[in-house]
């Protein structure tokens, strides 16, 4: 089994942990609606995606 010959030290520890920050999320308006949105997605508020409706708006109104 491998082990380390040498302690890593706490600035080695460091610069290998550089790049592992989170970025933060890119995010767009909604030409429809003005909501923010994640690029490329559908708009979770108005359901728009491309300049087209697609998914409609839910009712809490059942069938009976």
Known sequence: MAV??????????GMRRAHHALKPVQSVECPACGARKLSHHL?????????RQVLGQTTDESPA
Do not use: A, F, L, N
């Open 4 to 13: 380390p010959k040498k302690k890593t030290s706490p600035s080695r520890q």
């Open 43 to 51: 708009c979770p508020s108005c359901g728009h995606y491309k300049g």
